[in-house]
């Protein structure tokens, strides 16, 4: 039998069992090491990251926002004087008057927008039409002075059988007497009637219809990213004045919409700015307030029947605006890039056309959102020669919309 050295062995597993302890105390410590380490990633480091993403967030913002204001400045939308003014043709566009500055293109671009009603030079289109016995004239007719109609003991609500949208009102424009209506003072969305106003403004606004537009990129994405009506022309295009405020009326182009605003106003908000002092001047601030220049749905942006109706008064009683909303087609000029123009067209005239209306509507602009509805404003002229302004809003269709402006002028005007 071998000799067995207990002490030996004994001190063997004892110098075993130390090592052992050592190596699982080693171990907690590196343990302890890491958690460590992952607190103060997660309760220093998370948090540091945070930060300076958003650091980078803000500077990247305001470099971007810093661009922006410099691409407005300097033109999104470029402008430029073309050929010499007509004899007699007012214009205030001259070296002597007319701060200029460069685009990056080398093409004129004006320094400020012509937005300060300051001299008859500087707003050859605005209305200047006298008021006369409280009548001003508007073409071959008269229409009452004044942004205001009233109800009157025959004034009625309409029939079911002649209009079915829920909000309209009739109004004989000699008179100002308010012939029909249903809850024409109610809130409603006016969709793409708020190009009445945009035309108004800019008509309002600008000096000369032959200024040239390059149809910026801008524009074609404000169309397409609200989904809206656009005429669709070739970002680059070359354009006029003239072309975008048909563009904005015939084919309720968002795109030549926000092009004519910028134009005018060097951007979207500083002319909706303007929208709102023309409703303020109209008397109408405390029931409609716009947010943009096309008529894309907004809880701010709202109107009522009525004063879409004194909207629309205001519009044709300038000769600018009524001659472009009483146009049925329109072609935009050839360019490169459409080389036979563009045919556009006002589809509401077009259709009522061969109705039977009672007289002859001159002046028509629809619009729809889903919060809307199928809605229309028009201007007719009666077979007896009496002027009407007829505002429907909210039905279901965009016939529909065209069949209550016929049964409303047909069974209530003479």
């Known amino acids: 039998m071998p000799y067995i050295d207990e002490k030996k062995e004994r001190r063997e597993y004892e110098k075993n069992r130390r090592e052992r302890f050592e190596e699982r105390k080693r171990q907690k410590q590196r343990q302890e090491q890491i958690n460590r380490m992952i607190r103060y990633a997660v309760f220093i480091g998370v948090p540091a990251v945070l930060v300076i993403t958003a650091i980078i967030i803000i500077i990247v913002v305001s470099v971007s926002s810093a661009k922006k204001a410099e691409k407005q400045r300097n033109g999104a939308v470029t402008s430029e004087i073309i050929g010499e003014p007509a004899s007699g043709e007012l214009t205030s566009q001259s070296p002597e008057n007319q701060e200029w500055s460069k685009t990056s293109s080398g093409r ?16 050859p289109y605005m209305n200047r039409n006298k008021v006369v016995d409280g009548m001003i004239q508007v073409g071959d007719v008269k229409f009452k002075a004044g942004y205001t109609a009233e109800k009157t ?17 009739l109004i004989n424009e000699a008179t100002g007497e308010i012939i029909a209506q249903r809850d024409a003072k109610t809130r409603m969305y006016p969709a793409s009637m708020t190009k009445v106003m945009t035309l108004l403004v800019a008509v309002e606004n600008v000096k000369k219809l032959d200024d040239v537009v390059y149809v910026s990129q801008e524009a074609a994405d404000y169309s397409y990213t609200h989904d809206g009506s656009a005429v669709n ?40 700015k303007l929208m709102n002092a023309k409703v303020e001047e109209l008397g109408l601030a405390e029931t409609t307030h716009f947010t943009n220049c096309a008529g894309f749905y907004d809880d701010n942006h709202y109107t009522t029947a ?40 006002n589809w509401f005239l077009r259709r009522i056309e061969d109705k039977d209306s009672g007289g002859l509507v001159l002046c028509a602009k629809t619009g729809f959102v889903n919060q809307s509805g199928n809605c229309a404003a028009s201007y ?5 020669g009496v002027p009407y302004i007829c505002v429907t809003g909210h039905a279901h269709s965009a016939w529909r919309a065209i069949y209550d402006h016929v049964g409303l002028y047909f069974n209530y005007t003479k």
């Open 108 to 123: 004129p671009h004006p320094a400020s927008a012509y937005i300060k009603r300051t001299i008859y030079a500087d707003h």
């Open 153 to 169: 003991g025959n004034t009625l609500y309409p029939s079911e059988d002649y209009a079915t949208s829920l909000y309209s009102i």
């Open 233 to 272: 022309w070739s970002v680059g295009e070359k354009l006029t004045v003239k072309d975008l405020l048909y563009g904005t009326i015939l084919s309720s182009g968002a795109d030549a919409s926000y092009d004519l605003a910028v134009y005018v106003a060097g951007s979207e908000e500083e002319f909706v």
């Open 306 to 345: 009525y004063d879409m109706a004194m909207i629309m008064k205001a519009a044709v009683e300038n000769d600018l605006c009524r001659e472009i909303m009483s146009a049925h087609k329109y072609t935009t000029p050839e360019t490169v890039e459409h080389p036979e123009g563009i045919l556009i067209s």
């Open 380 to 384: 007719m002229i009666s077979n007896s």
